[in-house]
């Protein structure tokens, strides 16, 4: 089989073109063509610089990243990008730019930037044009599927968002029957929630009352209340145990978040994280180890990032990590943490950056429903939740499986026909 394989450079198998500047004012918020800068998507326009499927190549910033953009799109002047009229062979490129370790290609050091001449000489052996095809369908299918998650999943959160809005924050159910008391007095409960919320099931709708009362936060669903937040949740920070002492690192085996692993998170789910440490080092932290299940809030730099811990997690210093209250369900915290963000952040201060400390978070006012609405939206969203929960576990396995394979398949150690049975025997 290597006899098949011949040897070229990247510059004459995937030439690198030059992105070209798009002005800040030049944006379209209203376009549909994604805009690629070195680090991914940065917004989106009107009008797109390449005809198809891209390849973009991190020029400066992120340096060597490699991106795929399925549709035409626009790479700014802080990237290349390679485009090829056969789609397959475009995405064997794609591949194959990911295995080289551009990002180490570094070839300024006051302005840190890839050199395309010095990208260019890079030699490859690349297969023929079957079998690049071959090995971009069966990394693709990997991808393909990890993206099918990513967007059920943001579908499933944004069900999720709108439930919390509907009940917690425009009270629709409460105005719905409120709408159908005044015309129907004498109804009863049962009935007037059947007539005001039809998509709704009965017993949870006849949870929520019928009139709108004041309060410190404006009206709200009589018989709710306004608590602090925490009442809600206890709320506690973490710190960094001295990164010189390595018995407090070595072999760790506690997860240590920092925002930086929420940042990377494509949804509020974090199941795993970067760094780990260690029971001395885990004893230099006074909020231990956090149960699975707390709600972490990123306090600074900037503050706002979210996830639900799935497993126990020991925090620095740059999070506000909430552990809920008896009756309070953790899905309720994370969704009005990310409803309430302006409002956090209005409690934050700082001359560097803003931060939102502990003191300052646990006094803002949330609007409370009793416990069995509470319970009512944790039953209702929970399945959405659990199956992103499910996305991101299945998504973590196919990209491992896919970070396995490239650099075999691309140097030709595992044979094509082997790894597509290999996937197949796993349904995929």
């Known amino acids: 089989m290597a006899g098949e394989w011949h040897e070229v450079t990247v510059g004459d198998f995937a030439p690198f073109a030059y992105g070209k500047g798009l002005p800040e004012h030049q944006r379209d918020p209203f376009g549909d063509i994604p805009v690629f800068g070195s680090n991914g998507t940065v ?49 064997f490129k794609y591949y194959l730019l990911k295995s080289l370790g551009l990002e180490h290609m570094n070839a ?40 099918l998650n990513r967007r059920m999943s943001r579908t499933l959160e944004e069900m999720a968002r709108a439930i919390f809005k509907s009940w917690f924050v425009d009270f629709d159910p409460v105005r719905a029957k409120a709408a159908v008391r005044r015309e129907h007095p004498d109804w009863p409960n049962a009935q007037v929630s059947r007539a005001a919320c039809p998509n709704m099931k009965p017993e949870i709708a006849e949870l929520f009352p019928d009139r709108l009362v004041d309060s410190k936060l404006g009206e709200i669903p009589e018989g709710w209340e306004v608590k602090a937040i925490g009442d809600l949740a206890e709320v506690v920070g973490g710190s960094t145990p001295k990164t010189e002492r390595t018995e407090y690192w070595a072999e760790g085996t506690h997860h240590w978040v920092t925002p930086k692993d929420l940042s990377a998170l494509s949804m509020p789910v974090l199941l795993d ?103 009512a939206f944790d039953r209702v969203t929970r399945p959405l939740y659990l199956k992103v929960v499910d996305h991101e576990h299945e998504s973590r396995t196919l990209a491992a499986l896919r970070d396995a394979l490239l650099p075999k398949l691309i140097s030709g150690e595992i044979r094509v026909k082997d790894a597509g049975r290999f996937l197949k025997d796993r349904g995929l």
């Not at 060597?64 to 549709?71: D, F, N, P």
């Not at 932290?285 to 600074?300: A, C, D």
Request: charged share 20%.
């Open 273 to 375: 994280t970067e760094r780990k440490i260690t029971d001395a080092g885990l004893a230099q932290i006074s909020s231990g180890l956090l149960p699975k299940g707390t709600v972490l809030l990123s306090s600074r730099a900037p503050i706002g990032y979210l996830a639900i811990s799935e497993v126990p997690v020991a925090v620095n210093q740059g999070f506000i990590a909430m552990k809920p209250r008896p009756g309070t369900s953790n899905l309720f915290l994370l969704r009005w943490a990310g409803a309430a963000h302006d409002e956090i952040v209005s409690h934050a201060n700082g001359s560097t950056f803003l931060e939102i400390s502990k003191s300052n978070f646990r006094p803002i006012r949330v609007v409370t429903p009793p416990t069995t609405v509470m319970d």
């Open 108 to 147: 300024d050091s006051a302005v840190p930037g890839l050199n395309r001449e010095a990208a260019h000489a890079r030699k490859v052996r690349i297969p023929p044009l079957p079998e690049q095809r071959a090995i971009a369908h069966i990394l693709g299918t990997l991808d393909d599927k990890i993206e």
């Open 43 to 91: 917004g989106v326009h009107s009008e797109a610089l390449t005809s198809g499927p891209t390849v973009i190549i991190g020029r400066k910033g992120t340096v060597g990243a490699v991106h795929y953009s399925e549709k035409p799109c626009w790479p700014i002047d802080t990237t290349f990008y390679v485009t090829d009229p056969d789609t397959n062979v475009l995405r």
